[in-house]
């Protein structure tokens, strides 16, 4: 069992930052593909940022240039930078962690995930 739990949410005004954490219960980062996920109000979850186990990274296009997701194995933490947020960044964003087959392989979709945080909120006004 790997428990997540994330922190860092809160509101800013558009343009704004907030940096994500998520710490694990135990080491993760070399074994599981890693994710952020997020939720709004009457959407389907979407991934938005993976790391996979060799380290290669992935952005969806909303976000890209704009978040950045980042890893201390020491601290089992993984981080998630969001700068120039916009109001369209509100949601419920989520941390997860997938077994991986492979070093490279990678997943946007929720299924391919076994564990999942609690959510942290992020809130951005214009």
């Known amino acids: 069992q790997v428990q997540l739990v994330e922190s860092g949410g809160g509101s800013v005004q558009s343009v704004g930052s907030l940096r994500l954490s998520c710490v694990a219960s135990r080491y993760t980062y070399s074994n599981y593909l890693m994710g952020w996920f997020r939720q709004a109000p009457g959407k389907e979850r979407e991934g938005i940022v993976v790391?996979?186990?060799?380290?290669?990274?992935r952005y969806a296009d909303s976000v890209k240039g704009r978040f950045t997701i980042s890893q201390d194995n020491a601290k089992n933490t993984l981080s998630l930078q969001m700068n120039s947020l916009k109001p369209e960044d509100t949601a419920m964003y989520y941390c997860?962690?997938?077994?991986?087959?492979?070093?490279?392989?990678?997943?946007?979709?929720?299924?391919?995930?076994?564990?999942w945080g609690q959510g942290t909120q992020v809130t951005v006004s214009s």
């Open positions: 790391i996979s186990r060799d380290g290669s990274t």
């Open positions: 997860a962690a997938g077994r991986a087959a492979c070093g490279g392989c990678w997943s946007f979709s929720p299924a391919f995930y076994q564990y």
